[in-house]
C-alpha cells in the first residue's frame, strides 16, 4: 500500500467519524439508576432544559470502594452528528474533571455509592448554546462507562402541538397522528423549509423519534403541519407498572417477597392484551420515580432489589426476541432486559435489578432481522394517552450550529378526529 493511498484512507476514515452519528454508550452492570434532574425536568424522565438552568446528573455504583468517575460535555447537532463548534464557543470553564460530590448507602442490604453531578459548578461554569450534547462518564482509567444525551434549549417561537386519530381508515383504531403549528413570531426565519428541522419524539423515546420534519406549508408567521402519514405512531397501550417502595411488603403489582442475599420481588404473570378490549389505566408514560417509604433520602436510603418479571407467552422459534422496554434504562434493548422461555413453567422470565421505585414497563419484540415491534404484545389502540415532545432546530443561513429555538408539548388524552 503506498503511503498517499494510506493518507486517503485515513481522511475518509476521519470524515466518516465526522458525520456519523453518535449512539449512547449503556453502563455496565454494576451502574444503575441513571438520571436527569432539574426544575422543568423530573426524575426519570427525558432531559429536555432550558438555556441557563441548572441540572443534575445523578448515578448509583454497585461497589464497595467509592470509584472515581469524570465526565465530558460535547456539542451536537440535529441529527446526532458531532458540531463544528469548538469546546471555548459553547462552555465556559472547562471539563474533565472528577465528580466530587457522592454519599454512600445507609441501612441497606445492597451496599453502593451515590453519584451526583450538577451542572453548571466550579470548573464547568455554564453551557452557552442551545442544541444537542452529549454527557460522557469515564473511570479513573479514562475507560468509558457510559454516556448520555441531553438536549438545551431557549424558547425562541411559539410550538402548538395537537394529537388527532390517524386520518387513514386502514389504522384509524391503531395510530395517532401529531399535527404542529410553529408561530416564529418576532423572530425571521430565513428559508424555513430548507432550515427548520423538528423531531418528534412519543413518550421520552429517542430511539422510535420521527426526525428531520419539513412544514408542509407556510402562512404568514406560522409553519402548518399536517400530514396524513409523516407525523404518526403506533399508538399502543398503557405502560404496565409496579411499586416498590416498601420492600417487606407487597404492594402494586408485586405478589410476593422473599428475602436472600438482597430482596427479591415476583410481580404477577403478565398476559398478552393485543386481543382485549382497551382499557384506560394511568400511567407515567415509560418513566419510572425512586420512591421509599420511612425513608427521608430514597437516593442514598432505597435498597435494591431483584424484580423477577415473567409473562405467559407462547416459545417464539423465528429468531425473535421479547424485551422489557422502559426508561429505567433508557429503552435499551439488551441481554440483561431480555426474556427468557421458561419450558416448565410455560412463560417468558427475566430478573432485574433494580433500585425502589415506581416503574413503567411493556413487553415488546426484536424479530429475526432486528425490527422492533412495540405493539404485538400489548396490542395498538388509538384511545392510548401518550406524552408528544417536539424539538424545532433552525440552522440560520452560513450558521456554523444547530440551535434548539422551540419546544412544545402534548398528551393524547383529548384526542379528537
Known sequence: MTKTFSIYIFIALFAFQGFAQVKEINPPDFIKTITFKSKSTPQGQLPILRLGEEFYLEFDALVTDEPDFYYTIEHYNYDWTKSNLVKMEYMKGFDNFRIVDYENSFNTFQLYSHYKLAIPNRQTRALTKTGNYMMSIFDENEKLMFTRKFMIYKEQIGVGVKIKRKRDVRFIDEKQTVDIV???????????????????????????AIKNVKPQYIIGKELIYRYLNGTSFWGSNEFRFFENKDVRAASIGVQFIDLKEIYHGYLFTDIPRFDRPYTYNPDINGNFQITVIDRENPDVEAD????????????????????IYGNYNNYALEENNELFYNSESKNYEAIMKLKQGFYNYKYVVIDAKGKLDEGIISGDFWQTENNYKVLVYYRDLGARFDELIGFGEATSVNISN
Open 182 to 208: 410553529i408561530n416564529s413570531g418576532s423572530l425571521n426565519l430565513n428559508n424555513p423549509m430548507e432550515t427548520i428541522k423538528t423531531v418528534i419524539i412519543q413518550n421520552n423515546n429517542r430511539h422510535t
Open 304 to 323: 435494591y432489589t431483584n424484580i423477577h418479571f415473567s409473562l405467559r407467552y407462547p416459545e417464539l422459534k423465528d429468531g425473535s426476541k421479547i424485551y
